[in-house]
């Protein structure tokens, strides 16, 4: 059907975006532990953030709310999960939103007011970018990881500054120094934030994140993340000190004018997190050094020591050819491109998950190999 006179614009954006090779379409597909099914057929799952893979624990939905934690959707759930995340993340206390971008939103833009400056990793998140825009803060971009960098531009004035960095970067899986990033934030007084969301629940003393992997827990000052990567639940929280909780439940956008999530999920979420996650994560640290070595041998230029491994191939045509290569051949990953990567630098995110048997990955390191001879 024709577009509306008013809306033709729509048509020539839209073009803009095939003509640069980066279209994207909605997929259907349904999700069973280790394998999406797609068009029927099943294909083994190297996209999912479900890095844990907990075995299915049943969902008992009790009610339905559509209330703010404000008015009446504060379910007593709530409580327990967010004692339990606080000492989780070794802080007083927590809080959650509904999502993990929403808890960026709502909290950067909250805790950073006119006058200040944030210091953001080039790399970071597009719910950071997005939450530091909402506030009114100055924000400098850093290179990425680069402490000489981070150094230099901690030199610039704020009324308060602050440094905001992933934990593991989400589209290169390397890890964020922050054991050198804890000590230039001390030495100007900065307010350091850490959004682990890829980090939590897979690295770490049981799986306390990033900051603990590299001992600094305690001087993280603000923790962003998510229940629904590592735990394979759903939701957002953040962890921090009494004072900023008591800020962002008075203030908080995304907290307040939003309805809460369910209590079923809330109590998923603490099952979850009561379950065997140890034997889960040996099971995917195991699978990470048998993928990545297996990579490294084929000839792959492999960097990444987490469960997310990304193989550059930069043009994104050539991309979207590879990851076709492997739906054929039955392994669905997703191939990213710009605006989620810059532009060139177009990949095959791999993640890893506890889901994959030892037969499995060497299934899937046999049509690596099948598409390395290929492609290279
Ligand atoms: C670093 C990072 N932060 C936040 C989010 C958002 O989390 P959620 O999916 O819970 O909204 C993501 C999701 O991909 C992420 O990669």
Redesign the pocket.
């Known amino acids: 059907m024709a577009s509306k006179h008013n809306l033709i614009f729509v048509d020539a954006e839209i073009e803009k975006i095939k003509t640069n090779n980066l279209y994207r379409k909605l997929r259907y597909g349904k999700i069973k532990e280790g394998h999406i099914t797609i068009n029927q057929k099943k294909l083994l799952n190297l996209c999912s953030?479900d890095y844990l893979g907990i075995p299915n624990i049943p969902i008992d939905i009790k009610q339905l709310q559509a209330s703010s934690r404000l008015v009446s959707g504060n379910d007593e759930s709530y409580k327990k999960l967010e004692d339990k995340l606080a000492k989780h993340k070794s802080q007083q206390n927590s809080l959650i939103y509904p999502?993990?971008?929403?808890?960026?939103l709502g909290a950067v833009s909250t805790i950073a007011k006119k006058g200040d400056i944030i210091l953001s990793d080039e790399l970071?998140?597009a719910?950071?970018i997005e939450s530091c825009k909402l506030s009114d803060a100055k924000v400098s971009i850093y290179k990425h990881n680069n402490m000489e960098d981070l150094n230099k531009k901690l030199k610039q004035k704020g009324i308060n500054k602050f440094v905001i960095t992933?934990g593991v970067?989400?589209m290169d899986g390397d890890l964020s120094s922050l054991k050198q990033i804890t000590e230039l934030s001390e030495k100007v007084n900065a307010i350091t934030i850490v959004?682990d969301?890829?980090g939590d629940f897979v690295i770490g003393d049981d799986g306390r994140g990033t900051p603990e992997y590299f001992g600094v827990s305690k001087k993280i000052d603000l923790y962003?993340?998510?229940?629904?990567?590592g735990l394979g639940s759903?939701?957002?929280y953040v962890a921090s000190q009494n004072n900023v909780i008591d800020l962002f439940i008075n203030k908080s956008k995304s907290f307040i004018y939003t309805s809460a999530l369910p209590s079923f999920l809330i109590d998923h979420s603490l099952k979850r997190i009561g379950s065997n996650r140890e034997k889960q994560k040996r099971k995917l640290e195991k699978n990470v050094v048998h993928l990545a070595e297996g990579l490294k041998q084929i000839g792959y230029n492999i960097t990444s020591t987490t469960q997310i491994i990304p193989i550059i191939i930069g043009d994104e045509k050539k991309a979207m050819i590879f990851g076709e290569f492997l739906l054929n051949n039955g392994i669905f990953v997703q191939p990213i491109r710009y605006p989620t990567v810059p532009k060139n630098q177009a990949r095959l995110r791999i993640s890893v998950t506890a889901w994959l048997s030892d037969k499995d990955v060497d299934r899937i390191l046999g049509i690596f190999e099948k598409a390395y001879r290929k492609f290279s």
């Open positions: 953030n999502t993990g971008y929403m808890a960026n970071n998140h719910s950071i992933e970067f989400s959004d969301a890829h962003i993340s998510s229940l629904s990567k759903f939701g957002g």
